[in-house]
């Protein structure tokens, strides 16, 4: 058995339609989640509203099983599948600039778009925000380029780190996701706030 | 039961699954010893004195011959416009990115033919394209082009065209070296001057 998408056997033409298609499909399943809200992505910081951490973490344990059970049937080769790569600090400082950006503007940079399509005014004005800060950064990057480039650890998997079977982490996250969903339902009862949830 | 609470039990005891399962490491990209096999009994790989003749002649930009012998080989004699990858450096850091490229070409040479079929079956067990090798090496090179022999059945005339060609190519590595010597041999005996004789007779 071979792999299921012969990647070096398309064209980039076709690679880039595949990605559109998949694109359109990622946009559609944002904007079914409600994710086209602001409200209902700022209510993971203020505890009202978790949806957003349920959906994207079951989306994340999914594809993990998913791509676990695939390689152990044979259908996909890992050591072809990109891993993004780890600069610490980049990482860490970037985490906090998206991590302000979500809280202050709503979106994150996929949902934003999600908004954006379905006509929402402040979903525009955050990418033109994007935009402006890709800008800058392009502008000033030797300024930051030191910084960027520290400390690059490669594409690193966390198995490989913890030295752990791949399925053994996965095992380790599912039961966490798990945790978290309970204790972030609970919180959602504790924090809720009908009267902003009501609108969205 | 609640449907998230059947999702939660299917989650986890996938997961569970996943941890007792062996870790299993496939790989696309390489042969496997059929694929191997089939590839080297087809020959596909294989680029013979004469293509490289002319890939050298006309000076071919697609194509880059890589030396594998060793430096102090490599410095005593290679062919025109090649590099020296040795072979045990092969797939090291430093020219990894001329083995595994997709711009050129590569033809593999050494002086036989064995360890440079090694080098283009590991290439290709690795998923590298792009990579030939020169059959029968160097050794064969010199000997059907840079001395190739006259064709026994001079009617045959294929075999006299390739050999035309071969000569041709002998010019163009050893320069006049290469004219064939009884070709151009001149009888430089003194060619007898007949004495005048004095006119005789007529109306002098």
Known sequence: MGPIIPVHGISEEWNLLIA??????????????????????????????ITVLKVFFTAAITAML???????????????????QYYIQSAIVGGVIMGVGFIAGGFCPGTSVCAAAIGKIDAMFFIGGSLIGILLFGETYSL????????????????????????VLALIIVLMAMVMFW??????????REDIMKEV | MKSRVILAIILVSLSAIAAILPQKKNSALQLNAEELLQEIKLG??????????????????????????????????????????????????????????????NIFFTNGGTLSS???????????????????GLNRWF???????????????????????????????K???????????????????RKKKMVQGGCS
């Open chain 1, 20 to 49: 559109f298609l998949i694109g359109l499909g990622f946009g559609f399943s944002l904007e079914q989640a409600g994710f086209s809200s602001s409200r209902k992505l700022a209510g993971m910081f203020y505890g009202y509203d």
């Open chain 1, 66 to 84: 998913g791509l676990i059970f695939l390689n152990y049937l044979g259908w996909i080769d890992m050591s072809i599948v990109y891993v993004n």
């Open chain 1, 144 to 167: 930051w380029e030191e910084l960027y480039n520290k400390n690059f650890l490669g594409s690193l998997k966390l198995s490989s780190v913890l030295n752990m079977k791949d399925g």
């Open chain 1, 183 to 192: 204790i972030g339902e609970r919180a959602e009862k504790k924090f809720g």
């Open chain 2, 44 to 105: 596909t790989y294989n680029i013979g004195p004469d293509q490289l003749t002319e890939i050298i002649v006309n000076k071919d930009p697609s194509y880059m011959l890589i030396d594998l012998r060793p430096a102090s080989e490599y410095e005593k004699f290679s062919l025109p416009g090649a590099i020296n990858i040795p072979f045990d450096s092969l797939f090291t850091e430093n020219w990894i990115m001329y083995i595994d490229q997709d711009l050129r070409k």
């Open chain 2, 118 to 136: 090694t080098a283009l079956v590991l290439s290709r067990q690795k998923g590298f394209k792009n990579n030939f090798v020169l059959a029968g």
């Open chain 2, 143 to 173: 000997e059907t082009v840079l001395n190739a022999k006259p064709p026994a059945n001079s009617v045959d005339t294929e075999a006299l065209k390739i050999y035309q060609r071969r000569l041709a190519a002998q010019q163009y590595f």
């Open chain 2, 175 to 193: 320069g006049g070296e290469a004219l064939p010597k009884n070709d151009v041999q001149i009888d430089l005996k003194p060619i007898p001057v």
